[in-house]
Structures are given as structure tokens and as C-alpha cells.
């Protein structure tokens, strides 16, 4: 959760997002985009935890 604004640029370039994404959604406008990376970037901050049931089957990098 602390990586996820970093990985939305990789992510918008990707072809499969072009072809997934409406031309209005958040990964396909790049104003929209970096808003979206503005507001995430400082969450970073924060150790948050998630409750089992949401990482469920996700390995844990922390």
C-alpha cells in the first residue's frame, strides 16, 4: 500500500490499460493522474495496517 503511487505511472503506460480504461479514468488522464499520485504520495507516511481478511493470500514485503 505504501508503493501504490508509484506504481500508477507504470501502470498508465502499460498497453493493457489503454485497452481496460476508459479515456476519462484516473490511469488514462495524465492530470487526473498525477492529482491521483499528489494525493497518495504523503500517505506514505502512515504505517497502516490492514485487517487479515483484506491481504488475505498477498505475501507481505514489510
Known amino acids: 500500500e505504501q ?4 506504481m ?5 503506460d502499460a498497453r493493457s490499460t489503454a485497452e481496460m480504461y476508459e ?3 484516473f490511469l488514462r488522464n495524465p492530470n487526473l493522474l498525477n492529482f491521483l499520485i499528489h494525493i ?3 500517505l506514505s507516511e ?4 490492514l ?4 491481504t488475505h493470500g498477498i ?3 514489510c
Request: aromatic share 4%; glycine share 0%; hydrophobic share 40%.
Open 3 to 6: 508503493l501504490l503511487h508509484t
Open 8 to 12: 500508477l505511472r507504470p501502470m498508465s
Open 23 to 25: 479515456e476519462t479514468s
Open 40 to 42: 497518495l504520495e504523503p
Open 46 to 49: 502512515f504505517h497502516i495496517v
Open 51 to 54: 485487517e487479515k481478511s483484506l
Open 59 to 61: 505475501s507481505s514485503i
